[in-house]
T-cell receptor, first 116, second 113 residues
Framework: DVKVTQSSRYLVKRTGEKVFLECVQDMDHENMFWYRQDPGLGLRLIYFSYDVKMKEKGDIPEGYSVSREKKERFSLILESASTNQTSMYLC???????????????FGPGTRLTVL | AQSVTQLGSHVSVSEGALVLLRCNYSSSVPPYLFWYVQYPNQGLQLLLK????ATLVKGINGFEAEFKKSETSFHLTKPSAHMSDAAEYFCAVSEDSNYQLIWGAGTKLIIKP
């Protein structure tokens, strides 16, 4: 079974703090994704990465950055946290094209971040 | 570019009744279509995936979905709802040109005793 883990289930930070959210997958997936989930807005893609050191902006990258130094790890960074970044953050991974598992995203349990 | 519409942000059914959650995609037939389920305070879990092998796709927990090209739909059904089915359900489609999935806004399924 694919396992995607996230460093924290719940996190409380103060406005202006630098925040690191870590995601690790154990299935050698090339693609990794960071989403935020807010009530009524569904999942919105922040950033994704299709290879080590590669990253692409998603729909809402402002206020966020990412790092992928190793294949299994994808970090989301909030350079200066703000209250409007209070949300549920979900990490996912997938294989690239080819095979029955193509494009199937596997999710971690999520990190509920509160910025005070 | 694709878009996905899920009709109804909340759907309420009685325990034992039919569950029908609606999903429509916007344009050309996407390579893959998905249904995911999210239980409270958890990540998303794959329910089922359409890969063009068969129009009726069976998933976990007794759910199935039927791909209808003429209606651009991929509705999710379950013959008899159980209290444990209470969750949020997301429909998604893949894009031809990249690795991303296009997500619907989600439908929260409420089961009445």
């Amino acid at each position: 079974d694919v396992k995607v883990t996230q460093s924290s289930r719940y996190l409380v930070k103060r406005t202006g703090e630098k925040v690191f959210l870590e995601c690790v997958q154990d299935m050698d997936h090339e693609n990794m994704f960071w989403y935020r989930q807010d009530p009524g807005l569904g999942l919105r893609l922040i950033y994704f990465s299709y290879d080590v050191k590669m990253k692409e902006k998603g729909d809402i990258p402002e206020g966020y950055s990412v790092s992928r130094e190793k294949k299994e790890r994808f970090s989301l960074i909030l350079e200066s946290a703000s209250t409007n970044q209070t949300s549920m953050y979900l990490c996912a991974s997938s294989l690239p094209s080819g095979g029955n598992d193509t494009d199937t995203q596997y999710f971690g349990p999520g990190t509920r971040l509160t910025v005070l | 570019a694709q878009s996905v519409t899920q009709l109804g942000s909340h759907v309420s059914v009685s325990e034992g009744a039919l569950v029908l959650l609606r999903c429509n995609y916007s344009s050309s037939v996407p390579p893959y279509l998905f249904w995911y389920v999210q239980y409270p305070n958890q990540g998303l879990q794959l329910l089922l995936k359409y890969t063009s092998a068969a129009t009726l796709v069976k998933g976990i927990n007794g759910f199935e979905a039927e791909f209808k090209k003429s209606e651009t739909s991929f509705h999710l059904t379950k013959p008899s709802a159980h209290m444990s089915d209470a969750a949020e359900y997301f429909c998604a489609v893949s894009e031809d040109s990249n690795y991303q999935l296009i997500w619907g806004a989600g439908t929260k399924l409420i089961i009445k005793p």
